[in-house]
């Protein structure tokens, strides 16, 4: 490779590090949040529906803005946007204006995702072979760097506003070398020129895996601890290992995912890779053993790992829809997905159990891998 497409790649890596570090915190910073407003669990939860509702705004006009300016202005003002919100964040005179903050919040990190996302399947298509689970494990790092610095921070008593200061200015480092190294302008651009629209046939085919892939994911990020600690008698600091469990097999796998890609199907592996994570759930969902389920939730990390990548690269090629339009569409379906399917578990868990609710996550895994071939085979 030339010297300018080694410093693109690093340069999307560094990206997708700076987007997961920024998302972590903002998870990390949710308690500081609830002390400072003095907020109960509904007001909690209000700010995290108006991030959402701000993020799939966001994804869902992504596609036109690139083709219009182009992913490296898109990816600048999404990380920017994020970045002041974090800053922001403790700051709102009135708990409205805490809302439109997380709302702008997420709207500006539904831009930043899709541009990024385009840009690395731009630099996929350059380069003739997968690249797309590297990044995603990139974002997976960020991630997992911004909930432990987080966590260590707070260890040695620094104040929050600091904290989300000093993530803000090292996102927005990173993220300003990196677009200088994107395609210019309209290179990413092609032939998107319309505004945002409803997916349909084989687009709206992977857009339903990629939300049922969400439902899972977001079921493991929300409720996995809550089920170690009330279902399985677990102490609180050994039910948070669900989750480090999960996201650290995930990262894991993702940067090994491209050597899989390379070697089997789109099909192939997106059906192995969802019969792992039911086969893995149920295993939880069976066993009355922590350090089993501990297991079973690395399983089902390792099982997700690909499912994004696979079909955000899916997406990018769909014939017809310019990368970055149809990123856009699968992302916000997706992105639904993560919204409402952890609620509809919790309705679920109210009304029997959470072993049960959990096991209709199940289903959502068996039903993506059902679809798999439908949805990719061509």
Same mark, same amino acid.
């Given at each position: ?20 570090? #920024? ?42 803005? +690139?083709? *219009?300016? &182009? ?49 690395? !399947? ?6 003739? *072979? ?9 974002? $997976?790092?960020?991630? #997992? ?5 987080? &966590? ?67 079921? +493991?990020?929300?409720? $996995?601890?809550?089920?170690? /600690?009330?279902? *399985? ?13 999960? =996201?650290?097999? #995930? ?13 089997? =199907? ?6 192995? !890779? /969802? ?13 009355? !053993? ?13 099982? %997700? ?7 955000? =690269? ?12 149809? +990123? !856009? ?14 609620? +509809? ?25 059902? %679809?798999?071939? *439908?949805?990719?085979?061509?």
């Amino acid at each position: 490779m030339t010297s300018s497409t080694v410093r693109a790649h690093w340069a999307a890596r560094f990206l997708f590090f700076a987007a997961g570090c #920024m998302f972590a915190t903002w998870g990390v910073q949710i308690p500081t949040v609830k002390t400072v407003y003095g907020l109960g669990v509904g007001a909690i939860g209000g700010l995290v529906l108006a991030a959402g509702v701000g993020s799939v705004l966001g994804l869902t006009q992504a596609g036109w803005l +690139i083709a *219009r300016h &182009g992913a490296r202005r898109v990816a600048w003002w999404g990380a920017l946007l994020s970045a002041l919100a974090l800053m922001l964040l403790l700051h709102m005179p009135h708990l409205v204006l805490l809302w439109a903050l997380l709302g702008l919040f997420g709207l500006a990190t539904g831009l930043l995702d899709v541009a990024m996302n385009a840009d690395a !399947s731009e630099l996929e298509r350059q380069a003739g *072979r997968p690249l797309m689970s590297a990044f995603h494990g990139m974002f $997976s790092l960020g991630g #997992m760097v911004g909930a432990g610095v987080g &966590g260590l921070l707070f260890t040695a008593g620094v104040a929050p506003n600091l904290q989300l200061l000093g993530v803000a200015a090292f996102s927005m480092a990173l993220v300003a070398w990196s677009v200088r190294q994107m395609p210019p302008g309209q290179a990413l651009a092609e032939e998107a020129h319309g505004r945002f629209a409803l997916s349909r046939g084989r687009l709206a085919l992977v857009g339903l895996l990629a939300a049922l892939g969400f439902v899972v994911e977001g079921a +493991i990020y929300d409720w $996995s601890v809550l089920f170690l /600690a009330s279902e *399985r008698g677990a102490p609180q600091q050994q039910a948070a290992l669900a989750y480090a469990s999960f =996201s650290a097999a #995930m990262a894991a796998t993702r940067f090994v995912g491209d050597r899989l890609r390379a070697r089997w =199907s789109s099909v192939g592996l997106l059906r192995a !890779s /969802a019969c792992l994570a039911a086969v893995a759930l149920a295993l939880v969902l069976l066993s009355n !053993s922590v350090p089993l389920a501990l297991a079973g939730f690395a399983l089902v990390g390792v099982g %997700l790992a690909n499912v994004v990548p696979v079909l955000f =690269s899916a997406a990018a090629q769909v014939p017809g829809v310019a990368p970055a339009q149809g +990123i !856009s569409a699968v992302a916000s379906l997706g992105y639904c997905g993560f919204m409402v399917g952890p609620s +509809i578990i919790g309705f679920v868990a109210h009304g029997s159990s959470l072993t049960l609710a959990l096991g209709l996550v199940v289903g959502c895994a068996l039903l993506q891998a059902a %679809l798999a071939r *439908r949805a990719l085979g061509a």
